[in-house]
């Protein structure tokens, strides 16, 4: 029994995560048990389950006597996420290079030449895919499975508002610029440049993401 529960939490948390991060539930709408649970096909105790670990990772906000609401950032919380998401990220490039070899350059390259791919056909939602696939090499490469952790709860708050960092008008060849010199980086096995570039690069992206926001909410 207690089996047949816990896959079903993991089977409520995984479709709501999913439905949260690909907007197909947008920021700010309310998340109603009943509703959830009738169109997962699950009742409404693994929902609500699944909603609290979803409240824990920062995508979902537990309002007292209102509900549970996916979470709408706003630019301080973009502005915050960004600190913690440049402090991780660097550590995470400094920390894959000192531990790791050719094997990581090589995943690198082959990832980089298929966003470059993905770029010349201004194919976006693939670049973005593969810009997560590169930061998620350098995580796992870090040998550092809370530094894991804590880098994919903070992606995921942020692919609630944009997929890719990249989408924004004029991001793209800076993003693979940045992404190329982490790359050299890594190929010249300095953990020192490897965390500055990763952290410019996280700089950069979380700034351009700020003033698109503020463009939009100016409109």
């Not at 539930?25 to 929902?47: C, M, N």
């Not at 693979?176 to 890594?186: D, G």
Request: charged share 30%.
């Amino acid at each position: 029994m207690a089996l047949t529960r816990t896959t079903l939490n993991r089977e409520a948390y995984k479709a709501l995560r999913q439905a949260i991060l690909g907007r197909k539930i947008p920021p700010g709408q309310k998340l109603v048990v009943r509703v959830l649970a009738e169109d997962l096909g699950l009742s409404p105790t693994p929902v609500k389950e699944a909603l609290s670990a979803l409240e824990r990772e920062g995508l979902v906000l537990a309002v007292p006597h209102r509900g549970y609401f996916v979470l709408e950032p706003s630019l301080e919380d973009v502005r915050e996420i960004y600190g913690l998401r440049e402090v991780l990220e660097g550590l995470a490039a400094r920390l894959s290079v000192e531990n790791a070899g050719k094997v990581l350059v090589k995943k690198l390259e082959k990832l980089f030449n298929k966003q470059r791919e993905a770029a010349d056909r201004r194919d976006i939602e693939t670049y973005g895919d593969l810009d997560l696939a590169f930061h998620r090499c350098l995580w796992e490469a870090s040998g550092s499975k809370r530094l894991l952790a804590a880098a994919e709860t903070i992606d995921g708050q942020i692919r609630m508002l944009i997929n890719s960092s990249a989408a924004i008008p004029g991001r793209l060849p800076k993003s693979r610029a940045e992404h190329e010199a982490i790359l050299q980086a890594v190929r010249d096995k300095n953990p020192e440049a490897a965390e500055v570039t990763m952290r410019t690069h996280v700089r950069n992206a979380g700034q351009a993401l700020e003033h698109f926001l503020m463009s939009r909410t100016n409109r």
